[in-house]
T-cell receptor
């Protein structure tokens, strides 16, 4: 158990709909990252939040948005869903270090199926 | 071409055999992460390497980072069925921390 909690674990929804994925980082971790894993694209970085503020953006579609709340949990909102959005969405978290790179821990993921 | 190449794509070994998985970057590595994933499940953190020549071990798994070659290798000694899964390397190429570029993964099967 990495300590990163994601809900829901599985979600099936129709095209055109909107869903929200939720993530609770490990206790004490200030950074939250969202990744998408699909068969064709592999694992790709979407977006990072640090202590409530957006820190970095990756290959995130305009239909997708995220936020991090004061209690440090984060939500990834996916709207106008398309079949191609079906994927495993991961949340990860890390604690900032003054030197060196952070250890990044991933949650179990949320399986999204768009039908 | 891929920024991060993993090889082999898949590997089938007999239980008890040793094996090596490689991860090669086309850019400078500031950190290299190894994870293990069971299909459809979460990523289990194995090791992080960030200095040239660094080597870390956990149980029967050893990872090394060759900074000059921009390459890392993961070696499993005396493989067991519990080692089966998909091994992913993720590279920090100097972007924001946590913005990792991942390889396509190596699927490992261990025959009892």
């Amino acid at each position: 158990d990495s300590g990163v909690t994601q809900t829901p674990k599985h979600l099936i929804t129709a095209t055109g709909q909107r869903v929200t994925l939720r993530c609770s980082p490990r206790s004490g971790d200030l950074s939250v990252y969202w990744y998408q894993q699909s068969l064709d694209q592999g694992l790709q970085f979407l977006i990072q939040y640090y202590n409530g503020e957006e820190r970095a953006k990756g290959n995130i579609l305009e239909r997708f948005s995220a936020q991090q709340f004061p209690d440090l949990h984060s939500e990834l909102n996916l709207s106008s869903l398309e079949l191609g959005d079906s994927a495993l969405y991961f949340c990860a978290s890390s604690i900032p270090r003054t030197t060196g790179r952070n250890t990044i821990y991933f949650g179990e993921g949320s399986w999204l199926t768009v039908v | 071409s891929q920024e991060l190449e993993q090889s082999p794509q898949s590997l089938i070994v007999q239980e008890g055999k040793n094996l090596t998985i490689n991860c090669t970057s086309s850019k400078t590595l500031y950190g290299l992460y190894w994870y293990k994933q069971k299909y459809g499940e979460g990523l289990i953190f194995l090791m992080m390497l960030q200095k040239g020549g660094e080597e870390k071990s956990h149980e029967k798994i050893t990872a090394k980072l060759d900074e000059k070659k921009q390459q890392s290798s993961l070696h499993i000694t005396a493989s067991q069925p519990s080692h089966a899964g998909i091994y992913l390397c993720g590279a920090d190429m100097g972007g924001s921390q946590g913005n990792l570029i991942f390889g396509k993964g190596t699927k490992l099967s261990v025959k009892p």
